[in-house]
């Protein structure tokens, strides 16, 4: 069937055992690993900030460096996760086990830039900046519970059964 996960009632694999072993080697997913939960920090700095901006009217330059500073961290994360991405699968973005990931993680990216453009352009006042912030946020909180889920799927796959001969998601 198309579209199915499982394919002759094989169940379907995020990693081959070549990936996975490429993956396990790679220095890139020590560094992916380091960087998710340090951005998931600064964002969480950055949050308060915004929301502290957004109810109080104080604190819009903490609130505006906290955003540029998150919006580093997920555009370093995202080189590092494509450049992963290429030593596991082959490809630096759309590999068929995180296709979906990726696409979200470029509407991410989108908001982020799109509140560095408006910033710098002062097309927006400081409390529609933040909105934008919240909105790039509210984006980046659901691109990295896929992550997470696909985290656990792995987890779960690898403790099942060894691993197929294909992999595809």
Do not use: C
């Not at 979906?100 to 006042?125: G, P, R």
């Not at 997470?148 to 060894?162: H, I």
């Amino acid at each position: 069937m198309a579209g199915s996960h499982r394919a002759a009632g094989k169940p379907v694999f995020l990693y081959t055992e070549e990936q996975r072993a490429r993956r396990d080697n790679s220095i890139w997913t020590i560094i992916q690993g380091v960087l998710a939960p340090i951005q998931f920090l600064v964002f969480l700095v950055s949050l308060a900030l915004v929301v502290r901006y957004l109810v109080t009217g104080a604190g819009y330059d903490a609130a505006t460096i906290s955003i540029l500073i998150k919006t580093v961290f997920l555009l370093t994360i995202m080189v590092t996760g494509a450049i992963w991405e290429k030593v596991v699968f082959g490809q630096y973005l759309f590999a068929p086990a995180f296709f979906w990931e990726d696409v979200f993680s470029f509407l991410v990216i989108a908001l982020h830039l799109a509140y560095v453009w408006a910033l710098w352009t002062s097309a927006l006042s400081p409390t529609e900046e933040m909105w934008l912030a919240l909105a790039a946020y509210a984006a980046y909180v659901i691109n990295a519970g896929q992550f997470l889920w696909k985290l656990r799927v792995a987890r779960l796959q690898a403790s099942a059964s060894p691993i197929a001969d294909e992999a595809t998601a």
